[in-house]
């Protein structure tokens, strides 16, 4: 399996054919050549910063969502607080990316976050992704917060969705899909892992995030134990 590329000549496909690329709350049904651009940042804020400079370059918009419990960054550290805040200004929209799996009750997590991303940021959210769904959520995911998610009627049924999940399009590139050739409305989710860095393989690609994680993670502990070298 090859990865999935060249993201610049990816995302000027869609300014070439004339796509809009907008924010979830400027959608209009009634227009077509919308494009929902969206990143579930699962793994590296830096690597979310290096594609926001790069759609920036491009005239592009995104809407970027950050998971608040995991492990793979602190997203409440001052650093990547920075880097959140630099990639909002940049033009994109930044919002929750919420792992559901891991609460008893859901709903009510979801409020504490909410309002902790709010804070920190100084952001009122209306749209908030899902990070690893789960059955009973998917069963029926109208409404379900009190805020709207990307898993709703009106982004995947109503307009035409396409993920990279696992590092390729399982039902093939949008670029050669039919919704793309008619210009009909398309919601992007895109996971800056498999495009920023992207090496041959998923293993050799995540190898590579680990290396660099690890050496900023060597860096971080050096400067707090001072005994440590
Ligand atoms: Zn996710």
Redesign the pocket.
């Known amino acids: 399996m090859t990865l999935l590329g060249d993201y610049e000549k990816f995302v000027n496909a869609f300014l070439d054919k004339n796509y809009l690329f907008i924010s979830y709350d400027e959608l209009d049904l009634k227009n077509d050549k919308q494009v929902i651009l969206r990143h579930?940042v699962?793994v590296s804020i830096d690597l979310a910063l290096k594609m926001a400079i790069l759609e920036n370059n491009s005239n592009v918009k995104a809407t970027y969502?950050f998971?608040l419990s995991n492990l793979s960054y602190n997203l409440l550290a001052d650093e990547n607080i920075k880097k959140v805040k630099k990639i909002r200004e940049l033009g994109h929209n930044i919002s929750l990316?919420f792992?559901l799996s891991i609460y008893k009750n859901p709903r009510k997590s979801f409020i504490k976050e909410k309002k902790i991303f709010e804070d920190v940021f100084d952001e009122n959210i209306n749209i908030i992704?899902i990070?690893?769904p789960t059955k009973a959520f998917l069963s029926n995911p109208e409404n379900y917060f009190s805020i709207q998610n990307t898993y709703e009627n009106k982004l995947l049924k109503k307009i035409v969705y396409f993920a990279d999940s696992g590092g390729s399009f399982r039902y093939g590139s949008p670029l050669k899909s039919k919704a793309f050739q008619e210009s009909k409305n398309i919601q992007l989710c895109i996971?800056p892992v498999w495009w920023m860095n992207s090496k041959k393989t998923v293993q050799k690609t995540i190898e590579e995030v680990l290396k660099n994680k690890s050496d900023n993670f060597i860096k971080h502990i050096k400067s707090t134990i001072k005994t440590f070298n």
């Open positions: 579930d699962d969502f998971l990316h792992d992704s990070h690893q996971h």
